[in-house]
């Protein structure tokens, strides 16, 4: 449980009204956001297709906060400079990057800090030996492509194998689950050895809206 205090949360805006998408990020962060998790789908890698880095540029003049940027797109290696200016994070896929060392090493020349992510179906040996070049693995609990899904609750085994992992090799990468997050599993997520939690639909497409979603996740992790 000490793992708990410093879990941060990483609102996607994938579920965001894009109608007024200013106002929805400023009250995320208004109401204590830790990253701003943006979802970068090109229509190949994923079905769907979303936003590149003209938005990601727009919403910097518009927020403070830290952004994740995750890649789910094909070569995404051609791409690290359009999104470098404005990127905390720059999150690749293991699973359509096979140089993925030499594209970790290539964000890190950036400046940025570099996330790889695997998917439900991707086992963790596929990541090991990048460990030691990783700042963020991010583990899929749903399958990528649209906002809104059921975590896949097995994922959270892979969270504490990831977790064991970098502990015995003295790693201090951080460990992100995206997909699936709500009240109702933020503290398993937490328990699975998670520190960061990408949490969509839970904080924009709910009754309440970001500051309260947010409040009602940290007490989930927390406790009251």
Known sequence: MGLMPRLKLAPSILTADFGRLADEVRAAEAGGADYLHLDVMDGRFVPNITFGPLLVDALRRV???????????VEPERHLDAFAETADIINVHIEVSPHINRT????H???????????PGTPVSAIEESLPDA???????????????QMIPRQLQKVAAIR????AGGHPGEIEIDGG???GNAAAC???????????????????????NL?????AITGP
């Open 63 to 73: 927020t403070s906060l830290p952004f994740d940027i995750h890649l789910m797109i």
């Open 104 to 107: 970790l090493d290539a964000i």
């Open 109 to 119: 020349r950036l400046g940025k800090k570099a996330g790889v992510c695997l998917n």
């Open 135 to 149: 700042d963020q693995v991010m583990v899929m609990t749903i399958n990528p492509g649209w906002g809104g899904q």
């Open 164 to 167: 064991r992992l970098l502990v």
């Open 181 to 183: 997050v709500k009240v």
């Open 190 to 212: 937490a328990a699975a050895g998670a520190d960061v939690l990408v949490c969509g639909s839970s904080v924009f497409n709910a009754e309440a809206g970001p500051g309260q």
């Open 215 to 219: 409040e009602a996740l940290r007490r």
